[in-house]
């Protein structure tokens, strides 16, 4: 069975680009264009993994985390921040607010499925990657 991510992103050619790449690498996409939408589709869907841009309309991607991880059905999925945000502590923020993980915009097309796939296996200690 293939695993379904979860992804949550308004800008139409990055939402295009993560979900041709995660396609093309064998995994099911379901897509959601704003924070409130994202948190529809994970208590509906339950997926493997959540890729989440952090500046979304509506709801920023932190509060979205945040919400998230109130949902104790959701506990144990993984949640990925994919954003621009560069910053010296943008990756602590995106953790802090129940993010697993960190991976920078422009995402690359030859390691992000590499990337993905190390959120997907079982966590040990110190969670996944960062890009």
């Given at each position: 069975?293939?695993?379904?991510?979860?992804?949550i992103e308004d800008n139409e050619q990055n939402l295009y680009l993560a979900t041709f790449l995660l396609?093309?690498?064998?995994?099911?996409?379901?897509?959601a264009?704003?924070?409130?939408?994202g948190i529809e589709q994970a208590a509906k869907v339950r997926p493997a993994l959540i890729v989440l841009d952090i500046q979304l309309p509506q709801m920023d991607g932190y509060a979205v985390a945040r919400t998230l991880?109130?949902?104790p059905d959701l506990n144990d999925v993984p949640i990925v921040a994919v954003t621009?945000?560069?910053?010296?502590?943008d990756r602590e923020r995106a953790?802090?607010?129940?993010?697993?993980?960190?991976?920078?915009?422009?995402?690359?097309?030859?390691?992000?499925r590499m990337q993905i796939?190390?959120?997907?296996?079982?966590?040990t200690g110190g969670g996944g990657t960062r890009a």
């Amino acid at each position: 069975m293939k695993s379904q991510i979860l992804l949550i992103e308004d800008n139409e050619q990055n939402l295009y680009l993560a979900t041709f790449l995660l396609k093309q690498n064998g995994f099911d996409v379901v897509q959601a264009r704003s924070g409130p939408e994202g948190i529809e589709q994970a208590a509906k869907v339950r997926p493997a993994l959540i890729v989440l841009d952090i500046q979304l309309p509506q709801m920023d991607g932190y509060a979205v985390a945040r919400t998230l991880r109130q949902n104790p059905d959701l506990n144990d999925v993984p949640i990925v921040a994919v954003t621009s945000y560069a910053m010296a502590g943008d990756r602590e923020r995106a953790l802090e607010a129940g993010c697993n993980g960190y991976i920078e915009k422009p995402i690359n097309p030859d390691t992000f499925r590499m990337q993905i796939e190390a959120f997907l296996k079982p966590q040990t200690g110190g969670g996944g990657t960062r890009a």
